[in-house]
Every structure is written in C-alpha cells, then in structure tokens.
T-cell receptor, first 112, second 108 residues
Framework: ETGVTQSPTHLIKTRGQQVTLRCSSQ?????VSWYQQALGQGPQFIFQ???????GRGNFPPRFSGLQFPNYSSELNVNALELDDSALYLC???????????FGSGTRLTVV | GIQVEQSPPDLILQEGANSTLRCNFS?????LQWFHQNPWGQLINLFY???GTKQNGRLSATTVATERYSLLYISSSQTTDSGVYFC??????????FGKGTRLHILP
C-alpha cells in the first residue's frame, strides 16, 4: 500500500506536444515532489510543492510546470516535449519530511 | 549542491550470500532513506534512517551522520532481493537528492 497513485501508468506522445501527469497523495500529505528518472539513472528532482505553493525547483526548464490542489492531488505539465523527456516520472508525498517520503509507481512517458 | 555516491554500482551474488551497500554524502543532511526499486519502477521505502541503526527482517541499515555515510546490509539474499537500491538524502532546503543506485542481481 503506497497511498500515492499516479496516472496514467504509460503514455506515448509526439515531440512538440504537451502532457499532463497526475498524482493523488495520501490525505494530510502537504508536501509533494516530482522526479524524472531516465533509464539506468537515479531520480532527478524536478520541483516540490507545499500547501499549493512551489517551494523548490531542480535544474529543469520552465516548460516543466506543476500544480498542487487542496485535495492533495497534483499535476506535472510538460510543454513542447522533446525526445529526451522520455523517462519515468515519479511523484512523492510526505506529511512531515522527518517521516520520509512515499513514492507512487510512476508514469512512463515515451516521446517519439 | 550535495553529492550522493553509492557503491558498488553493480553487485552479483549467489542466493544465500550477504551484502553491504554503501552511501556517502558530501554535506550534512536532514534525513536519509533507502529504497528498493522493483522491475516495474516502484520505489519501495526500506528505511528512513537519518542516524543510528534499524533492522527489518533480513535487512538492516546504519547511518553515521557525523561521518556522512550510511550502510545497507542484506543477509541471506534471495532472488526477490534483485533490483536497484537507492540512497536518498534530504538536504537543508528539504529537497531529496538520490544517488545513482546499486544494481543487485541475486543468482539462484
């Protein structure tokens, strides 16, 4: 039982298109983070939201954007998709960072 | 920024063997987690261990925060232990930084 649900599980998009990935966190988890994991690599931090405000960002261009909603769900939006955006996208949430983060199963995005 | 290094990068063992995975980090951290990523990409939390020692069945972990390293021990390995093991630290800005992982392959 992860308590963090991501959708869709798999997605194929064409270069130049836009995509929205979704994450549903456990109730009470005010912090949500998004990660990109390329094949054979560790997850890379994209950004983090706390109580619907972005409070940290990794080395990703502005075409990667996000939203967090009051019902503990969140979105990752990527505009102008590039081939290198093909990766597993992971969402993680936490009620209190001192308790650690719980990850979803991820969305595998393929850009062709 | 903080650097997280895991070793070894790859490890092949016979079923029943013991193993030690290491994670070094370059700066003070707020906390540290060990994850096992299964073949479907799911990151399973093994330990939340900013310091000290914890045990869960055949797995145990030790973090020595003052010396900036953590160890994950797997005893009596089983084929189901195969996968990639990640160490992830939370830096002072509350951001999680992952290492590159140790890919473990247990042979039957």
């Amino acid at each position: 039982e992860t308590g963090v649900t991501q959708s869709p599980t798999h997605l194929i998009k064409t270069r130049g298109q836009q995509v929205t990935l979704r994450c549903s966190s456990q109730s009470g988890h005010n912090t949500v983070s998004w990660y990109q994991q390329a094949l054979g690599q560790g997850p890379q931090f994209i950004f983090q939201y706390y109580r619907e405000e972005e409070n940290g960002r990794g080395n990703f261009p502005p075409r990667f954007s996000g939203l967090q909603f009051p019902n503990y769900s969140s979105e990752l939006n990527v505009n102008a998709l590039e081939l290198d955006d093909s990766a597993l996208y992971l969402c993680a949430s936490s009620q209190d960072s001192r308790r650690g983060y719980t990850f979803g199963s991820g969305t595998r995005l393929t850009v062709v | 920024g903080i650097q997280v290094e895991q070793s070894p990068p790859d490890l092949i063992l016979q079923e029943g063997a013991n193993s030690t995975l290491r994670c070094n980090f370059s700066d003070s951290v707020n906390n540290l987690q060990w994850f096992h990523q299964n073949p479907w990409g799911q990151l399973i939390n093994l330990f939340y261990i900013p310091s000290g020692t914890k045990q869960n069945g055949r797995l145990s972990a030790t973090t020595v925060a003052t010396e900036r390293y953590s160890l994950l021990y797997i005893s009596s390995s089983q084929t189901t232990d195969s996968g990639v093991y990640f160490c992830a630290v939370e830096n002072r800005d509350d951001k999680i930084i992952f290492g590159k992982g140790t890919r473990l392959h247990i042979l039957p």
